[in-house]
């Protein structure tokens, strides 16, 4: 047994000493006195312990101890030499029992004690033979030896079957009811207006303007929005691709809601994102307003803040002697305090006649504005009240709603649904007030129901944003395709639909330094051989040049020398299509207008841009032209990205890739509207394949009703073949432009 073991032993058991001493054998040779008679072992020990701390005592050089004191000395060194003592007697008696001088005692060890012994040693034993293994391994690289495998034949060990993993299905929905749950109508579904129940003369108007069906979006939302059974009291949030109508689904039930006012009231504001879109509302709304005395006004940032004022608020003096003496009780308090209020209803007041309060009406029934411009209206314009407002849009919400112009949400929730200013009441909400403030009724707000309208291509089911319209009695309508598959995202979260009438292509453009070039490739071989049924007579002239070409996909077949040919841009471009490029920023789209007509002139005449820096009249005129055929190409930024409503728009072409995919959606929706048919081709570099194919082309957010993205390879070589020098040099043009020695394209 190792040493280790054998130093525990266990007592002697105590019953046994105290025995009577057993009668001597009378053999006589066990000469061994009764074990009473015999010193312990403790006293021998202690004598032989005793004996050698003696012979310590004597054998220690007292020489070496510091002499100090020599009774303190001797008693020192006394007492070390007994220590030392005790410890080596200890000592010898553990080594005695390590070394078998217990075995007697071994004999008498309890039977329990053994069986824990030997199992404790077989642990042991065990552990040993499992280190020694360990200790081998390690050791046998060091030896040049191989380790020992473990060796199998060729037949694959049998493996359990892989516990099935059920489908995640959840059985709750992480979504208010009204989120979760839309009212989903078909895209195709078209009615006729009279079956809708709007009124003849509106039908009529329709006709006039060649709409002689309700589109879906306009089927489901006409009868929500009219009194009658199937009307929602509450508000309505839309989610439907670009171009299916959205505009007129929501100011056809306003207008003919509103129709026979004959005292304007503000009783409508549309709200979207930008002045163009501000224009194109107005356009529609003016158009179903005719023959009626309803009055469209417009409030965008671009315009003075007092020439709007003027239009929308009309003050009129109002004979009421008791109000007017109170207001200049209340202006001479404010003189006397030294806070005068500027250009409020005080300034008003002292251009009445006697007796006479200021009261405002609206100059407007319909408001189509801007966000921003909006709320200095709230803010700052005396007078403009939103007591009478019947109904709120929203469109583009999506974009409002993540652009907090102002914080245009809350100042405008709060002005929609607070208590007029006291000054500003009129009688009936004055006689309101005075009943509430009656001691023995509840006190109800001066305020009113408003319906709200919030619309989107790319509506978001963002919770905390829409939480912002603090929203009544919601519903969320969706016009889907119904050959669209049912993505995953599109079940809880966002999944943005593509017109089924658009045609997408993609272009590698390599590191995107020859870029230009190939959108140069695109515009004069892709899509002015696409336009060719209409352009019959100009390709004539060009006869053996890609006549053939009418498929994007036949782009590959190498026609190299496209720009050499003069005034075949002018000529192809003349057709009906027009084309909208979308570029990164102004600035971007400026330098590509300008480089197309130094690299192909004839272009020249027919590429315009639009930026941000356009004011609002020029950039009217621009779209009217456009709209109009007077040119044909638009290079703009992502400005034009939303909303507009361009006719005969057949290409949009992402000559910068869209920085989101939202932006995408809304980008190559300029096209392919109300069942037309279109085209969107979109640039990559190397950079940017791999965020377009798998968000966009590929993602589940994008829904295309089983049509793809069409990969069109352009040959490098036969793009910048024999335009390269024309290249820098346009380059190098472009850059005395923009240094500001040569001319830009406007
Ligand atoms: N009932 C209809 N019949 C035929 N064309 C229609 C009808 N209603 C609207 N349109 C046309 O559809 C086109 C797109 O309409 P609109 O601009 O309202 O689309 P939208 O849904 O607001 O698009 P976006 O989301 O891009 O703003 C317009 O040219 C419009 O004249």
Redesign the pocket.
């Known amino acids: 047994m190792p040493a280790l073991y054998e130093r525990w032993v266990p007592p002697k058991p105590a019953t046994k000493s105290r025995l009577p001493p057993e009668p001597a054998i009378s053999s006589g040779r066990d000469t061994k006195p009764p074990a009473e008679l015999l010193p312990r072992e403790s006293e021998q020990k202690s004598e032989e312990s005793k004996k050698l701390e003696k012979r310590a005592i004597e054998e220690l050089p007292l020489v070496e101890q510091p002499i100090q004191d020599a009774s303190t000395s001797i008693v020192t060194d006394t007492s070390i030499s007994t220590q030392a003592s005790r410890k080596e007697s200890k000592k010898r008696k553990r080594d005695a029992q390590i070394h078998g001088q217990s075995n007697e005692e071994d004999k008498t060890t309890p039977k329990k004690h053994k069986t824990i012994l030997s199992k404790f040693e077989k642990v042991f034993k065990l552990g040993e033979a499992a280190r020694n293994k360990a200790k081998d391994e390690q050791e046998l690289p060091q030896r040049g030896e191989a380790p020992t495998k473990e060796l199998h034949d060729l037949v694959p060990l049998p493996q359990p079957d892989p516990v099935p993993v059920a489908p995640f299905e959840p059985t709750f929905s992480t979504l208010p009811p009204w989120l979760a749950k839309p009212i989903t109508v078909n895209a195709t579904k078209t009615v006729s207006f009279a079956a809708l129940g709007v009124h003849s003369t509106f039908v009529k108007k ?1 006709e006039k ?7 879906a ?2 089927s489901v939302l006409l009868p929500m929005l009219h009194p009658g059974f199937e009307q929602h009291l509450g508000d309505i949030c839309v989610s ?10 929501y100011l056809l039930p306003i207008v003919e809601a509103l129709k026979d006012h004959v005292v304007s009231t503000l009783s409508a504001i549309i709200v979207v994102p930008t002045r163009q879109l501000v224009d ?1 509302a107005l356009k ?1 709304a003016e158009g179903l307003c005719t023959g009626t005395k309803l009055k469209v006004g417009t409030a965008v940032g671009s315009v003075p803040l007092a020439t709007e004022q003027k239009l929308l608020v009309k003050v009129r003096p109002q004979y009421d002697q008791r109000r007017t003496k109170k207001l200049h009780e209340k202006a001479f308090e404010q003189l006397q305090s030294g806070f005068i209020e500027q250009g409020g209803i005080f300034d008003d007041l002292m251009n009445m006649p006697v007796d006479h309060v200021p009261e405002y009406e609206s100059g407007v029934d319909i408001l189509i504005c801007t966000p921003g411009r909006l709320v200095e209206h709230i803010d700052s314009t005396t007078g403009f009240l939103l007591r009478d407002v019947k109904w709120l849009v929203v ?2 919400a999506d974009q409002l709603l993540n652009q907090d112009f102002q914080g245009w949400a809350n100042v405008l929730m709060d002005a929609l649904h607070g208590e007029t200013p006291a000054d500003f009441m009129n009688a009936q909400e004055r006689l309101r007030k005075r009943r509430a403030d009656n001691v023995w009724s509840v006190r109800t707000p001066a305020h009113h129901e408003v319906r709200k309208i919030v ?3 790319t509506m978001q089911k963002d919770l905390t944003k829409l939480r912002s319209l603090r929203f009544k009695r919601p519903r969320l309508v969706i016009v889907e395709d119904e050959k669209d598959e049912q993505l995953p995202s599109a079940i809880e979260g966002d999944a943005y639909e593509l017109p089924s009438t658009l045609d997408e292509y993609a272009v590698s453009v390599g590191n995107g330094s020859d870029k230009p070039l190939y959108l140069l490739r695109i515009l004069l071989h892709n899509i002015d051989a696409h336009n060719q049924d209409t352009l019959k007579t100009a390709k004539s002239s060009n006869q053996g040049e890609s006549s053939n070409d009418s498929s994007p996909d036949s782009s590959t077949s190498g026609h190299s020398n496209s720009e050499s040919r003069p005034g075949e841009g002018q000529q192809s471009f003349v057709g009906k299509g027009r084309v909208l490029i979308f570029a990164k920023s102004n600035e971007n789209a400026s330098r590509l207008a300008h480089l197309l007509s130094l690299l192909h002139p004839p272009l020249r005449a027919l590429v315009k841009t639009l930026t941000r820096s356009s004011t609002s009249q020029k950039s009217k005129k621009l779209l009217g032209s456009f709209s109009g055929g007077k040119f044909k190409i638009l290079i703009a930024s992502d400005l034009a990205s ?4 361009i ?1 005969d728009l057949t290409h949009v072409i992402n000559y910068d890739m869209a920085p989101s995919i939202t932006s995408y959606v ?1 980008r190559v ?2 096209t392919a ?3 037309k048919e279109g085209q969107a081709w979109t640039l990559f570099t190397k950079t940017e394949a791999g965020w377009f194919w798998n968000q966009i082309a590929k993602g589940s957010t994008v829904k295309r009703g089983g049509k793809k993205v069409k990969r069109v390879e352009l040959n490098a070589k036969s793009v910048t073949e024999g335009t390269k020098v024309t290249y820098e040099e346009a380059l190098r043009e472009l850059r005395g432009a923009v240094e500001g020695t040569a001319g830009a394209v406007e």
Do not use: F, N, W
């Open positions: 329709l303007q060649g709409h002689k069906d309700a589109l979006v306009q439907a691709r670009t171009g299916s109508g959205k505009t007129l689904a194109q529609v469109d583009e619309l989107s291509a939303r909303g507009l409503d006719p809304h929706g300029r509207r109300a069942g």
